[in-house]
């Protein structure tokens, strides 16, 4: 239902969070040309592979299990804004709970360490939190991620490819509805040992 926000695949996700890495580190995200400079992984057609003094980093997206969090649901029977009838013959059973999402970064170049940093700080922003409300996220940070670490790649005979490794974890409420019909009336039959006393039916609602 539109009230409620869509619940987030992986690509949707990771197109966010392609634009806010963008932004933290100081690229327009509003320019295509600019994406070869934060790519998102495990992509069918990949881009060629970038040169060793070039910055460029890798993010990839997967839903992760913190049972503290994501195994707890709660549950509202509530009015359908929908059903416009009168009297209303459904309402809705609204499912509420957190989904924990861990994103990976993998930065390459000369300068991938202060990239990391840059990242890693501009999680503290205002500008994370704006991010997400414009693109109409109900996704929150996890304030808790680590420290980036330092792993340089041995690749191309040899060569040692600068390269830091960081990964948050954010999370998303998630809404999931199901329309329930209404009873529009109930039969009472009452019985006696001799037989049976009554029957008549019971509106469950009035006009």
């Not at 460029?56 to 299990?65: A, G, K, M, Q, S």
């Not at 109409?136 to 690749?155: C, F, M």
């Not at 998630?174 to 009873?183: F, K, N, R």
Request: glycine share 6%.
């Amino acid at each position: 239902m539109s009230a409620y926000p869509t619940p987030l695949v992986p690509a949707s996700i990771e197109a966010a969070m392609q634009r806010l890495t963008l932004q933290l580190l100081g690229y327009d995200p509003t320019v295509p040309a600019n994406n070869q400079y934060v790519r998102i992984g495990w992509q069918q057609q990949g881009q060629p592979a970038q040169g060793i003094e070039e910055d460029v980093t890798y993010l990839r997206c997967t839903e992760t299990d913190v049972p503290a969090v994501n195994r707890q649901r709660d549950s509202q029977i509530l009015s359908n804004p929908a059903d416009k009838n009168t009297p209303p013959q459904t309402v809705i059973q609204l499912f509420t709970y957190m989904r924990v999402w861990e994103t990976f970064w993998c930065v390459y170049g000369p300068n991938s360490f202060d990239n990391a940093r840059k990242l890693h700080s501009g999680l503290f922003t205002q500008e994370t939190h704006d991010t997400f409300a414009t693109l109409g996220l109900a996704l929150y940070w996890v304030p808790d991620s680590s420290a980036p670490r330092r792993v340089p790649e041995p690749r191309d005979g040899g060569q040692w490819w600068e390269r830091v490794d960081f990964e948050a974890r954010f999370n998303e409420l998630v809404s999931e509805v199901i329309v329930i019909p209404l009873a529009a009336s109930v039969e009472i039959q009452e019985y006696t040992k001799y037989g049976k006393l009554s029957d008549f039916t019971v509106p469950l609602q009035g006009d």
